[in-house]
């Protein structure tokens, strides 16, 4: 697998996982450790997107 096609594995899995929170977050019995652990997972793949870059360049 290159670089950007990972890359863009991420950003699907990123915005899957936007979707799921936008959805919890809609909910009126939304679980705030389920919330936190979402917009974690997020942030790990946005880290991880953002070094894949550094090193493509």
Request: cysteine-free.
């Amino acid at each position: 697998m290159t670089i950007q096609a990972h890359i863009e594995s991420l950003e699907k899995k990123h915005g899957a996982l936007e979707e799921e929170l936008q959805n919890i977050l809609a909910s009126p019995s939304s679980d705030d450790r389920e919330i936190a652990e979402l917009k974690r997972r997020k942030l790990r793949l946005k880290d991880e997107m953002e070094r894949l870059r550094k090193t493509r360049h």
